[in-house]
């Protein structure tokens, strides 16, 4: 359902657009009879109902037309570069909960110290800076002025870092600070104090009893978080031409590349609901009082 | 409560800021003036600086300290605006999806996830394209994109206090459902609504810079903060002002803001804190 | 003073006489390399360049390839019968010579014993099938139409001998000759085998052949040892494609990379200042120029037109908007484009002179319709704003409208535009490319003028005899164009590239092309 809506409205948006993808593929010096015999051949000449006739039956097919820059199946371009992605986005949410779950813990225990206040005016600062700026100072700090990791591109675990704390440095902040909050929350709580009177070391207690409560709002952000990702990738894969399809859906919508990105779109909203889905149920495993809704 | 030391630190933050836009008309140059000769000038950054280039100019030939001030009126523009549209959006929606149920809230709330699963991006540019690109589109692209939070809010917070005892003793009574909407449910979502709120206005400002970035955001010649760091980019190395001090601007409002909506949201109800 | 005396410092006469044959040797085989022969490159050179491209090639098939990055790209692997140098001028490439049998038909010999890397013979069956794919429509449905709009004068292509073809044109075409190196020969067997994947692996004859493809991250090459030219100077290069300016520089500053193209002027300015980097800027095949739409008032009148290249102070803009990066001249094409004539003076910037103009041209105050893009090419934005404030001194009333790239040609291809401020690029620098597009009036011609004059100079060049008559119809043509203005030219860009100063081998061109079989990297 989700789905035909995304579907729908990508499409008729793509096709109201003024901007002829032909001439966008030739540049300037291209000749109108070219252009013409072009669209003849895509199609793009054909009435829009008609258009989106053929583009939902070729969906069902697993088809998802011709890319127009790159002249082959759309749905291939886009699996191609899928995997830089998801590993662009794995390494970012993995900097988010190695950096940002810990400092939000410390700070919550270290509660009104100067810790706590480090970290929270950092965290502050990191949602507050735009990410590509923060990509390219990264860049320049990291690599062109002490070398010790390379500018852009991708290969190795080193190109990985820039790239991905760029993008994952909203969500550290973001998690350390709600960290804090949860935890801070939860270690008040009466069971704690049980546990503490129990006997147990401070450490037991924080992590296997306050933690795991605090997880719930913890995940839920998360979840919500994850569209923002997606966002944030295309600009990440911009400032370090990481090939991945933040970066291919740029490229596409600058071209026109109209199945390019119907491809892309369908891609990101297959996501999400897959990834709500998850989220769902992770909620259930955490949480047995709630019921499955 | 309004004591905290945070609300101090957001004043602080805030108030050059606002200062600079209210005052913008004083600035020393036309932001949109062309100093063709006299382009990549560094600050000079002294008193009586003031009346030349005291921030440098750009890559144009513009002032930035006057592009600056200006940029204060456009960026903070856009985001209040885009916030009071997508809130009352959001707030609107969210009510009916709420209080009605059944198969409205089913509708709403599909097309709140149709809304989230399209990247933002997708949505800009569809929306610069067709319409053009104007401050007003702008607005239009985030609040488009961004009533959705609110809308979700207020749907949880209705269908929290729809079975409350007032509430339905209220219904008993044979109280409208509008009257019981606003008298009853309305005052109690109005904490965390401005608390989203802040933080979102933070967050579209911010926003407005990445669209800049890709080219999308509020057109040229306008002096938004998000486009003078988004030109500034590639002068990182030599002539590091023209995006830096947009950027510090842009830095310090939305670090102010945040520090506000958290202030806020501890000095109201702490128990909002998953908010 | 007493003359000094290297071998009194303790240098023996053997070691003197080694060292002087190492150098002479030395210089004799940078001579050779220089003369094209491949050497083994010295022992001292990288194994690998790396060079940051701002642009994906998108396809690697000469039949689909549109961007002129992929046509520098795979010209590594992909070979054609005829080469362009940089100046414009063809040489022979695969195929070792040429003549003109008759007015429409020229026979190419082929260079015998080539090869391709799959084992496939270069012959005449190869140029016959390479040809055939855009002249026979159906052969290869995803074929270029441009790149089958290019090639329209010919006919066919006959296949004479195993190492001779014949090519046989609808009309007599002297232009026709300028788009043969775009199209490299093919494999027929394994280019048929492979379908759509040619694209990302072709096979070729050349210097190198495919490594591998990553679309938007790099391409690599690697050797081929037996290419019939000669192994490239250094055995593997990686193409990385890195559209964004700002981290293009930065992996050339911190030494990723030993090369990068277009680089803004501002940028140059940067990357100078470092002594481990070279910035080389020429003058490109590009222009910019205002485009007039000829039939509609008030600039159906010469003076209308006239009036407005006077109204536009060009020095100032170059030195404004371009920051001195441009040049100015009264040629219509750039210096880089064939049959450049130096002797042309710009339209001189006389405001009094231009408001009289106008007003003899009969201007009513109407406003006009004026197009520009901004973003789309160097420092446009700012061009656009020193030009309305011109039509602003000329007293010319001006509805100032931009667009995205994209949205911008569909407008104009509908005639809104009196004036549009607009970029050419020349690519095989040769004039017929731009005349024969923008000069020639169809339904969608931006310009629509009428002067026989100039019709009848390009159909003429296009069927002159030598070089001598062709280059008197161009010379007219250009003073023909500055007189009558249908085209205002404002300047010609400059092309500027980067590079590690251990980079040797490579130079700029202005087709924007770039070819490393010959650069090495000192390490």
Request: glycine letters at 8%; hydrophobic letters at 50%; aromatic letters at 10%.
């Amino acid at each position: 359902m989700v789905l035909f809506g995304a579907s729908l409205l990508v499409f008729v948006v793509l096709r109201v657009v003024p901007g002829d993808p032909i001439v966008m593929m030739y540049g300037t010096e291209v000749d109108p009879r070219v252009v013409a015999a072009e669209r003849q051949r895509l199609g793009l000449d054909r009435p829009i109902l008609v258009q989106y006739e053929i583009f939902l039956g070729h969906i069902v097919t697993g088809d998802l037309g011709e890319s127009l820059r790159y002249r082959r199946s759309a749905a291939q371009v886009v699996a191609e570069a899928l995997p830089a992605t998801v590993q662009l986005a794995a390494a970012a949410m993995g900097w988010a909960f190695i950096l940002g779950v810990p400092a939000g813990i410390f700070a919550a225990c270290t509660r009104g110290g100067l810790w706590d206040r480090i970290v929270m005016v950092l965290s502050l600062v990191g949602q507050c800076t735009p990410t590509f700026w923060l990509g390219i100072l990264f860049m320049l700090l990291f690599a062109v002025i002490l070398h010790w990791l390379p500018t852009s591109g991708s290969g190795t675990i080193k190109h990985l870092v820039l790239p991905s704390l760029t993008l994952g440095l909203y969500m550290v902040a973001l998690l350390a600070r709600l960290t804090r909050s949860c935890m801070l929350e939860v270690l008040g709580q009466d069971y704690l104090r049980t546990a503490r009177a129990k006997g147990l070391a401070e450490w037991v207690v924080v992590t296997r009893h306050g933690f795991r409560n605090a997880l719930i709002p913890i995940v839920t952000v998360v979840g919500l978080q994850t569209g923002a990702l997606l966002g944030g990738a295309i600009v990440t894969e911009a400032v370090f031409a990481w090939p991945g399809i933040g970066n291919l859906a740029v490229q596409a919508t600058n071209t026109r590349d109209y199945n390019l990105v119907q491809a892309v779109t369908l891609l990101s909203a297959v996501v999400f609901v897959v990834i709500n889905l998850a989220i769902d149920v992770l909620y259930t495993y955490l949480d047995p009082t709630v019921g499955y809704s | 409560m309004w004591a905290r030391w945070e609300f101090g630190l957001a004043a602080l933050l805030l108030f050059p800021v606002a200062l600079m836009g209210l005052f913008a008309t004083l600035a020393p140059y036309d932001p949109n003036w062309l100093d063709a000769a006299g382009r990549l000038t560094p600050p000079t950054m002294s008193l009586s600086g003031i009346g030349r280039h005291a921030l440098g100019t750009d890559q144009l030939g513009r002032d930035v300290l006057s592009r600056m001030m200006y940029g204060t009126r456009i960026s903070l523009t856009v985001g209040a605006f885009s916030v009071v549209v997508a809130g009352m959006l959001g707030l609107v929606l969210g009510l009916i999806a709420g209080y009605r149920g059944g198969w409205v809230d089913a509708v709403i709330m599909r097309v709140v996830d149709v809304v989230l699963s399209f990247p933002y991006i997708l949505l800009a540019i569809s929306i610069v394209a067709v319409l053009g690109a104007s401050l007003r589109n702008i607005i239009i692209v985030f609040a488009l994109s961004s009533w959705v939070v609110y809308a979700r809010i207020v749907r949880g917070a209705v269908l929290a206090l729809r079975n409350r005892e007032y509430v339905l003793a209220a219904r008993a009574m044979g109280c409208s459902s509008s009257r019981i909407v606003f008298r009853h449910v309305v005052p109690n979502i109005v904490s965390p609504l401005t608390v989203i709120a802040s933080f979102e206005l933070a967050r579209i400002i911010v926003t407005e810079a990445t669209l800049g970035f890709l080219g999308l955001g509020v057109p040229p010649p306008a002096a938004s903060w998000g486009s003078m760091l988004a030109d500034g980019r590639n002068y990182i190395q030599m002539t590091w002002w023209i995006g830096t001090f947009p950027g510090l601007a842009l830095t310090a409002t939305v670090l102010g803001i945040n520090v506000f909506g958290d202030a806020l949201r501890d000095a109201l109800d702490p128990r909002l804190r998953h908010v | 003073m007493a003359k000094s005396n290297a071998f009194e410092n303790g240098i023996s006469r053997r070691q003197f006489l080694k060292t002087s044959v190492g150098v002479i040797s030395a210089a004799g085989v940078g001579t050779l390399s220089t003369a094209g022969f491949a050497q083994s490159p010295p022992s001292s050179a990288a194994r690998e360049l790396i060079v940051a491209i701002n642009a994906d090639p998108d396809t690697l098939d000469t039949r689909t390839i549109v961007k002129t990055q992929a046509m520098a790209m795979h010209n590594h692997v992909c070979q054609a019968l005829l080469m362009r140098d940089p100046k414009g001028q063809l040489h022979p490439w695969l195929a070792e010579s040429w003549r003109k049998t008759a007015p429409t038909e020229i026979v190419f010999k082929l260079r015998s014993g080539i090869k391709f890397t799959n084992g496939e013979p270069l012959d005449a069956d190869a140029v016959k099938f390479t040809y055939d794919n855009f002249l026979v429509k159906g052969m290869f449905p995803s074929v270029s139409r441009q790149k089958q709009d290019w090639i329209r004068a010919l006919d066919r292509v006959e296949v004479v001998d195993k190492s001779t073809v014949r090519f046989v044109l609808k009309y007599p075409s002297n232009a026709f000759m300028i788009y043969v190196p775009f199209y490299s020969i093919l494999p027929p067997g394994v280019t048929k085998e492979m379908g759509d994947k040619f694209a990302l692996a072709p096979v070729g004859t050349g210097p190198y052949k495919m490594g591998e493809y990553v679309p938007n991250s790099h391409l690599t090459l690697v050797a081929n040892p037996d290419a019939w030219s000669g192994a490239p100077k250094t055995p593997r290069l990686t193409f990385r494609f890195i559209p964004e300016d700002a981290t293009r520089m930065a992996a050339l500053q911190s030494g990723e990379v030993c090369m990068v193209n277009n680089v803004t002027p501002d940028f140059a300015t940067q990357l100078s200042k470092m002594s481990t980097l070279q910035v080389k800027e020429i003058s490109a095949a590009r222009s910019m120029y205002i485009y007039i739409l000829c039939n509609k008032p008030p600039f159906n009148k010469r003076e209308a037109r006239l009036a407005v290249s006077h109204a536009i102070n060009r020095q100032a803009l170059v030195r404004d908007a371009m920051g001195g990066h441009a040049k100015i001249g009264g040629s219509p094409w750039s210096p880089a484009v064939r049959y450049y004539d130096p002797s042309l003076q710009p339209d001189s910037y006389d405001l009094p002179k231009a408001k009289q103009l106008l007003a003899a041209a009969g201007y009513d105050g109407k406003a006009v319709n004026f197009g520009f893009p901004t973003g789309m090419w160097l420092n446009d934005k700012i061009v656009a704003e020193f030009l309305l404030s011109s039509y602003k001194d000329l007293g010319l009333n001006v509805n100032a409208e931009t667009l995205d790239f994209a949205a911008y040609y569909s407008n104009e291809q509908k005639h809104l535009y009196s004036l549009q401020m607009q970029s050419y690029g020349i690519l095989p620098l040769h004039p017929d490319f731009w005349v024969g597009a923008i000069l020639i009036n169809t339904d969608n011609s931006l310009v629509m003028h009428d002067d026989q004059k100039i019709f009848n100079l390009i159909a003429e060049a296009d069927k002159a005899p030598d070089e001598r008559s062709i280059q008197k119809d161009y010379f007219e043509l250009q003073r023909e164009i500055l007189d009558y203005a249908p085209v205002l030219n404002l300047y010609y860009f400059p092309y500027i590239v980067a590079q590690s100063t251990k980079l040797r081998g490579y130079e700029p061109r202005p087709d924007e092309h770039f070819f490393f079989w010959d650069a090495t990297l000192a390490s």
